[in-house]
């Protein structure tokens, strides 16, 4: 008789230890998941045209928060002109003298014409209105690869900042378009911009 009393106080203890430690491991996850949303991972839904075809309206995609300094064709968010998170492609950083448009129409980056073709919204030109930037030093030159619906740097510049964005304002570099599945994409870098010096 005493035995069993024994046996089901300990088995009432072992109960009382197992929901603690699933209450704890639970915690842990979530503040591990919070702690890797806030600084390293974050998920970002798209809301309009401006990055078509590589990212459609309602598309989503993981950006890497941690992925340092962006570079000339990354894809990344940042606190926008509006103060809204926004997303773009960078085709010039500090230093690159960027200009619309070359004999072919192209976007040239330090006198290097890139061939937008992989990116660009097809039919769609590289700029329809002619420009000639230096970016300055820290900040970015962004644009839409749907050139005709983004209102990216070129939109900005007879606004405070002359249509650049500062590389502080970035939140961080997209690396995969996960959502929807049928459209999941590892997004690499384009070769063109390899060619810039």
């Not at 509006?82 to 976007?107: Q, Y």
């Not at 005709?148 to 405070?160: L, Q, Y």
């Not at 690396?175 to 070769?191: D, G």
Request: hydrophobic content about 40%; overall charge positive.
């Amino acid at each position: 008789m005493a035995v069993t009393k024994k046996a089901e106080a300990v088995e009432k203890k072992k109960k009382k230890g197992g929901f603690r430690e699933t209450v704890l491991l639970l915690v842990l996850g979530v503040g591990i998941a919070l702690l890797l949303q806030a600084f390293v991972v974050g998920s970002f839904y798209i809301p309009s045209e401006s990055m078509e075809n590589t990212l459609l309206i309602n598309d989503r995609v993981f950006v890497n928060k941690l992925a340092g300094k962006p570079e000339r064709g990354d894809i990344v968010v940042f606190k926008g002109w509006n103060g809204e998170d926004t997303i773009k492609r960078v085709i010039g950083v500090g230093g690159d003298k960027v200009a619309c448009c070359d004999s072919k129409k192209r976007i040239t980056v330090n006198g290097t014409p890139l061939d937008e073709s992989s990116y660009l919204y097809p039919d769609d030109f590289p700029s329809k209105e002619r420009f000639s930037y230096t970016v300055p030093a820290g900040k970015l030159w962004l644009m839409g690869d749907h050139r005709s619906a983004s209102a990216d740097s070129r939109s900005h510049v007879n606004e405070p900042g002359g249509g650049f964005i500062s590389e502080d304002a970035v939140i961080g570099t997209a690396v995969v378009r996960y959502w929807p599945l049928s459209r999941a994409l590892i997004f690499q870098k384009p070769e063109t911009f390899d060619k810039v010096k």
